[in-house]
């Protein structure tokens, strides 16, 4: 059974970091190109950043590029987003899927940053 479970959202302050994690179940991540994506409240869904299935084509959103990076540990199936630098607007519950998303969604991870 495919699932992807994420986790390590949490309030911060502007220009805080946090790292999200993302386990995934029943296949494999290098299988996919995989992206991170986020929904803020009353907005729809976007993509923030993707990663290729060998690891490269690395792609961010121009909002994030210079402060999120997404990684990929491949021995714990586990997709990562380190963000840095974090700004009100980057509230938001983030999840994992494939970049063009198809997988069944997860519960996704809250990311709130306010002073």
């Known amino acids: 059974q495919v699932q992807l479970v994420e986790s390590g959202g949490d309030s911060v302050l502007p220009g805080g970091s946090l790292r999200l994690s993302c386990t995934a179940s029943g296949f494999t991540l290098r299988t996919y190109s995989m992206g991170w994506h986020r929904q803020a409240p009353g907005k729809e869904r976007e993509l923030v950043a993707m990663m290729g299935r060998d690891g490269g084509n690395i792609w961010y959103r121009d909002s994030v590029r210079g402060r999120f990076t997404i990684s990929r540990d491949n021995a714990k199936n586990t997709l990562f987003l380190d963000m840095y630098d974090l700004e009100p607007n980057d509230t938001a519950v983030y999840y994992c899927?494939?970049?063009?998303?198809?997988?069944?969604w997860g519960q996704g991870t809250q990311v709130t940053v306010s002073s």
């Open positions: 899927n494939t970049a063009t998303p198809f997988l069944p």
